[in-house]
């Protein structure tokens, strides 16, 4: 069986053909480069860009695949969360090409196509399982019983954890997206040289990033005005490094945290975040320490990409889930 998987939800066009749960092709243009001057993704330019990009990268992944549109069994589509305009073109080209094709296509949850992506690997985890999603627009935790039953445990109160270090990132004139940025910039050295702290809510598992981004980006205010220079990249080096270690040090305590109070033994990471080295090293050494086992996805399928939705609408296609024509961007598959 041949599946495509389609995924617009922001500045990533993406295509992919699974077959069964083989990813032959999981081709994406990305916008990025656009937003570079603007620090962020600039949503009216984003659905644009989709528009122009969808056909194009539709008929690499099918190239890449080699095979013709006729041969798709099933379109799994990213239906939200995500940037409305964004999200529209894909649901529109998925919809289309269903009712051509007279194939079904089902509308799919974009974070929990994220927690998908450790399933194309040769040992997969095991439900039940905590889910934890890092990215650009979330951070969000859940218990995961199937792809079908899934219950949030916990999120953050404010920023996503890749939101901050994209504001960060900008406010330090590093680029965008900040992540890579703030990640080539670390250096073991300096982790503890500055002591920021992420905001915890006792007793629970949500998470708060707003105020380390504002406490990093006084930080560096206030050292260059008493310095009454700009700060050099070594001195920069220093404050993010601090910040980042407490992030990643953040994001792995409430993991744990989560698998002590839902007594779980298995965690399973996804989002553009998790790409991060430091995280992967942390989150590892602790949960090694405890009896728990971890799971990344490869790099390649952190961040936004169509393979993983097309992956979740499989296994979700052999539930016996389907989408009808009358839902819209948000409501998947299974609301
Ligand atoms: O999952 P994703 O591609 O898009 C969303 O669904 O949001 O995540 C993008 C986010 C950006 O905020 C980016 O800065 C962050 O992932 N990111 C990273 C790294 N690579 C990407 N954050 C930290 N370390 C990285 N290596
Ligand atoms: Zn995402």
Redesign the pocket.
């Known amino acids: 069986m041949y599946i495509l998987g389609i995924e617009t ?2 500045d990533e066009t993406s295509c992919a053909v699974l077959k069964n749960n083989r990813i032959l092709s999981n081709s994406t243009l990305s916008s990025a480069q656009v937003y570079k001057k603007y620090g962020g993704v600039v949503p009216e330019i984003a659905s644009r860009r989709q528009y122009e990009y969808i056909h194009r990268v539709f008929q690499d992944a099918l190239q890449k695949a080699h095979i013709r549109g006729c041969d798709i069994d099933v379109i799994g589509v990213v239906q939200g969360p995500g940037l409305v305009g964004s999200l529209l073109v894909g649901l529109a080209f998925a919809k289309a090409l269903s009712f051509s094709l007279a194939k079904p296509y089902l509308g799919v949850n974009h974070l929990y196509a ?1 927690l998908y992506a450790p399933f194309f690997s040769k040992h997969t985890p095991e439900f039940p399982f905590l889910g934890y999603v890092i ?3 979330h951070t969000h935790l859940y218990l995961v019983k199937d792809f079908d039953t899934i219950v949030l445990a916990g999120k953050t109160r404010d920023d996503a954890a ?2 901050v ?2 504001k960060v990132a900008r406010a330090y004139h590093l680029g965008y ?4 940025a ?2 080539r910039i670390f250096d073991k050295r300096y982790k503890d040289r500055y002591s920021f702290k992420c905001g915890k809510f006792l007793g629970g598992l949500d998470t708060s990033f707003s105020g380390i981004k504002t406490s990093v980006v006084y930080t560096k205010e206030a050292l260059e005005k008493s310095r009454n220079r700009p700060l050099t990249l070594q001195e920069k080096a220093a404050i993010l490094s601090s910040f980042q270690e407490a992030v990643v040090t953040a994001l792995a305590d409430t993991a744990l945290k989560a698998a002590e109070v839902y007594r779980i033994k298995t965690i399973v990471c996804g ?3 998790t ?2 080295r430091r995280l992967r090293e942390v989150l590892h050494a602790k949960a090694r320490s405890r009896g728990l086992t971890v799971f990344f996805p490869e790099l390649r399928l952190c ?2 990409n169509a393979a993983n939705a097309a992956g979740l609408a499989y296994r979700l296609y052999q539930k016996g889930y389907r989408s009808s024509f009358n839902e819209g961007v948000y409501s998947t598959v299974l609301s």
Do not use: K, L
């Open positions: 939800s922001c994220h990215s650009g627009g890749g939101e270090f994209d997206p900040g992540g890579p703030v990640e989002g553009g975040v790409a991060n961040a936004d």
